[in-house]
DNA sequence: CGCGTGACTCAGG
DNA sequence: TCCTGAGCCACGC
């Protein structure tokens, strides 16, 4: 991961880890890498920080969208059309006005709980 | 330190 | 359903 700028604030590197994650054929909201970095607020800095860091860090923004279910460009733009484009290419369903079903690809972030007594499995006491 | 600008979100109307 | 306003956050000046 190489930094565009010298500093970068930990939340701009938590949303960077964190869009990289998503795995394909999933998408995640802007809202929900933000809250997943810290800030359930934040998600107008992660639309920033997307439009800053894409070109330098290769990032998968097209898996990215609003809290609608829908691509953010309007549908006229070039980025509207590659989106689109790139998710289509990776089996996400997208309808000509840009949506798709949150139900169906929301990437849901695998947590791994501490092991308590109480939820460990017999097998691995 | 304040201000303006965004790939935002939510509640109202 | 489609606007608006307000709130929110990062960052460059």
């Known amino acids: 991961l190489q930094p565009l700028k010298i500093e970068m604030s930990a939340f701009t590197v938590k949303v960077l880890k964190l869009i990289k994650s998503i795995p394909r054929g999933k998408v995640a909201t802007y809202g929900q890498i933000a809250a997943l970095a810290g800030k359930p ?24 969208i609003n809290s609608k279910g829908k691509i953010s460009f309007p549908r006229r733009t070039e980025e509207f059309r590659e989106q689109k484009k790139l998710l289509l290419k990776e ?13 169906v690809y929301r990437w849901r972030k ?16």
């Open 41 to 64: 607020h934040g998600a107008r800095g992660v639309g920033w920080i997307l439009n800053s860091c894409t070109k330098s860090h290769r990032l998968p923004w097209q898996r990215v």
């Open 91 to 103: 089996k996400v369903k997208v309808s000509d006005d840009g949506s798709i079903t949150l139900a």
């Open 110 to 125: 695998t947590v791994r709980k501490p092991r308590t007594a109480k939820n460990t499995p017999q097998m691995f006491r």
